[in-house]
């Protein structure tokens, strides 16, 4: 069936150190891919999405690459900061079929 | 102007009792879907509707009870709870499944039975 799998955590980096959560998927269309984040005591709120084969995603400085060939969408960046700690959410969506799955949530812990 | 709404934020109640969460959305949104996490983080979905509609029912037990009365609602009714019940509860929105289309959250209800 649909799933996506996300690298366990916690992840724990010192401030300004490189960011990368794995993300595989399996999908038995074109799905749709994103990230998600979770700040403690919130809702999920969209980070980033690509829509088809090799699109990035990117925002906040966060970037992802919707990988066919691997079927995956890992998330990186560059340079995290204290403010990006939370758990961060792989996604996909297929057309039509009215959810989302979702991974199991990876949370990111950045100290100063 | 929040998007997507849920009350309350916090549930406390005693096992056996009925409660219930309500959630709107302002987007214009005609899809929309409760969401359980757990203690581990953990997201499962359980219902969707579409255009008021039932889509989805995750093989949700019959004690939990979806109501959309228009487009912009979705509530849900849970009959004499458990323990196991204890979660955070989302509602989320979307428009018609397009291409790319993502989910738009409320902030949680977090219900704790005890």
């Known amino acids: 069936g649909d799933s996506v799998t996300q690298m366990e955590g916690p992840v724990t980096l010192s401030e300004e150190a490189f960011l990368t959560i794995n993300c595989t998927y399996t999908a038995t269309g074109y799905p749709s891919l994103f990230w998600y984040v979770q700040y403690p005591g919130e809702g999920l709120q969209l980070l980033l999405k690509a829509t088809k084969a090799d699109d990035k995603g990117s925002n906040k400085g966060f970037e992802a690459t919707y990988r066919k060939e691997t079927t995956s969408f890992h998330l990186e960046k560059g340079s995290v900061q204290v403010s990006d700690s939370a758990v961060y959410f792989c996604a996909l969506s297929l057309y039509n079929f009215n959810k989302f799955y979702f991974g199991s949530g990876t949370k990111l812990n950045v100290k100063p | 102007d929040t998007a997507v709404s849920q009350t309350p934020k916090y549930l406390v109640t005693q096992m056996g009792n009925d409660k219930s969460i309500k959630c709107e959305q302002n987007?214009?949104?005609?899809?929309m879907y409760w969401y359980k996490q757990d203690s581990k983080k953990f997201l499962k979905i359980m219902f969707s509707?579409?255009?008021?509609?039932?889509?989805i029912n995750e093989t949700v037990p019959n004690r939990f009870s979806p109501k959309s009365p228009d487009k912009a609602h979705l509530n849900l009714h849970i009959n004499s709870l458990e323990l196991g019940d204890s979660a955070v509860y989302f509602c989320?929105?979307?428009?018609?499944?397009?291409?790319?289309?993502?989910?738009?959250f409320g902030q949680g209800t977090r219900l704790t039975v005890v």
């Open positions: 987007l214009g949104h005609d899809t």
């Open positions: 509707y579409n255009n008021k509609e039932l889509i």
């Open positions: 989320a929105s979307s428009r018609s499944q397009k291409e790319g289309t993502e989910a738009f």
